[in-house]
Every structure is written in C-alpha cells, then in structure tokens.
C-alpha cells in the first residue's frame, strides 16, 4: 500500500516562500505513546505522529468559546495549546495546527489537552493570562507537565482495566466504561491542579478526555474542524497514525475522486478534468465528485470510501453512494465519446 499526496501550488495568503509551500505540518515528526486494538486486545506502542495537509483556498476563523476566532489568533492561542511555535505566517498552516489539537485517538495525553479546552477552558484569553492575545504575553494554558501528569492518572487507569478484561471489545460496553469514568473522576479529582475545579467541572473534562480518546481519529477531527469553520476548503489531510488511508474535504472548492476497480487503486484531484485524464476510456473506472456547496468528507484507501455528509451529519449509505459514482469507460468528452479499452 502507497499513499501518495502531491499539491502544486505555492502559499497565496502570505508572501510567495518555500516555508510557506504545501503541503504543511505544525509540529514536527514525534514518537508518542498510542493505544490501539490488535487482534482483539488493546496494546500501547510507542508511534511516530505527524498530521500534514494540503489546502486550497482560505481559512479564515473556527468556532470555539461560543465565537469565531480568526485564524492570526487562533494560531496564536493553539502556539500555546501545543507548546510548538511555527515560522509560517499564511492561513493554510493553522489547519495543521488544528489537526495536532483534534486528532487524539488512542492518545492520552492528547486526549486531556484537547478535553481542558472544550470542558474547563471558557475563553480563548485563558491561555494568554486574560490578555488580548499576542506574541509577547504570558502562556498559561496547561503546561506540558500539568498535561503530562493527567495524562499519566487515565492511562494508570486504563492499564488497568485493559488486564482485566480478555477481550478489548469488553471494554466498550456500558458498565465498564461507566465504571472507568467513575475512577477516573476519583483519581483525578487529588491532583494539586484539578482539585479546586468543582465537581461537575471534573465530570465534564474526564467525560470529554474519554470521548477524545476513543473517536478522535483523522476522519473525526476533520468533521470537527469543518463544522467550524468560516472559509472554503479544498482540504487533503493525512496521518502516519493511519497510514492506509486520507481524508478529503470540499467546502466551496471542488474535490473529485477516481477509483479504477481492475487496478485497485484510487486518486484524487480539485479538478474533475485531472482525474478524467488518468482514467477516461478504461474498463471498470467510475469518478465521484465531492459537493462543495453542502460540503462532504470523504475517507478513502486504495479500495474503499466512506462519505460524510456535512449538512445531513451522517455518511450515506452503500446504495446512495453507488448511485453517485460516474461510470468513465464509457463517456461524452466534449464533442468526443471515448470507449472502453479492452
């Protein structure tokens, strides 16, 4: 399996350089501890981490706090969320930015960084000791010790009950899920920091680090991030978290995807006419285009696609999908109809 990304286009909302060249990370390349499934158990490895996307057209704010927040602050106040500083000055970067905050699958210490910010955190002035944000004033979102301790409880914790269990699908019923929230709150609740929240400040963020823990994955942050945003995207994102797959968003930009049956294989363009030209004519290739104006998201391997719908917030189904797709061995290309090779 190859997983390739190609995006020929230099940065337009800053001036022209190769620091600001697609495609682009925030923080670099790190090895962290990740939890995972493998035949049946969980298991904690160490993995590389690295999110990279490439984007065409304008990021211009994201909600968070109950308001937007325009993307000069929002890289500002997430250059103290992550503790990882950027050269970069363009729009298409803070997307990166806000992958290394979303994507927290398997991740504890991600899990808490993100769940401090959507449960405890009111205010983007918070991480910038009540100041108006800027490069000069003081970091006071939780510091990488703080995060780190936190992280350490849950993941004591989950050890834990991961021995106990034969099977990691036993983990994910009710009860125990129910009863690791419950020692979470009691363990957490004797940390120096956290034990002057109160207590339903407590609940919220173990139930919010839970939740990050278990869904946050690429194709989940990227259904986060979009229904946030103010901008158009023509969003290609990827992980070494999941090597196997990307994921593709289209909101007031075009995205298609071509999918050749025979080869097994599946590309992508922001041109519908770039993917005709790699698959026009053959046996058994079909083209799908993303709709850019009630945004959709789209996960895809060399065999397989899923398909977000961003204004219904749900995938569609196999049947739905089947109907969408465009048959191109056999196609009107111009004034010129183009047969299928045999």
Partial sequence: MI????????????????????????????????????????????????????????????????????????????????????????????????????????????????????????????????????KDAP???????????????????????????????????SEYWQCFENDACNAIAKDSTIEKWTQQQKTAFVKATIKAFLFNDIYCAIQIFMSGTQGSFGLITVSTLEPERLVLSAKGQPISIGYDHLQEYTVYASDPAAVDAILLGQPKTYRLDLDQKTREIAVVSATNIQLYAMAEKRELLPNELEQRWIPMQSISFGSRKVEPKL
């Fill in 3 to 134: 997983v390739g990304v190609w995006h020929y286009r230099f940065g337009t909302s800053c001036p022209l350089s190769v620091l600001e060249t697609h495609w682009h990370e925030w923080m670099p390349a790190r090895f962290t501890s990740i939890w995972q499934i493998e035949n049946g158990q969980w298991v904690c490895q160490r993995k590389n981490a690295n999110h990279r996307i490439t984007h065409n057209n304008d990021f211009d704010a994201w909600a968070i706090f109950d308001q937007q927040i325009e993307n000069t602050e929002l890289g500002l106040w997430l250059e103290r969320v992550l503790h990882t500083s950027n050269a970069t000055t363009g729009d298409s970067p803070k997307i990166a930015e806000m992958m290394d905050l979303l994507i927290t699958q398997g991740m504890w210490y991600a899990s808490t960084r993100l769940a401090y910010q959507l449960a405890i955190a009111t205010s983007i002035t918070e991480a910038f000791g009540g100041e108006t944000p800027a």
């Fill in 139 to 173: 970091n006071t979102a939780p510091s990488e010790i703080d995060l780190s301790r936190w992280a350490d409880i849950f993941d004591q914790i989950f050890s834990f009950y991961t021995m106990l269990l034969a099977e990691a699908k036993s983990l994910f019923t």
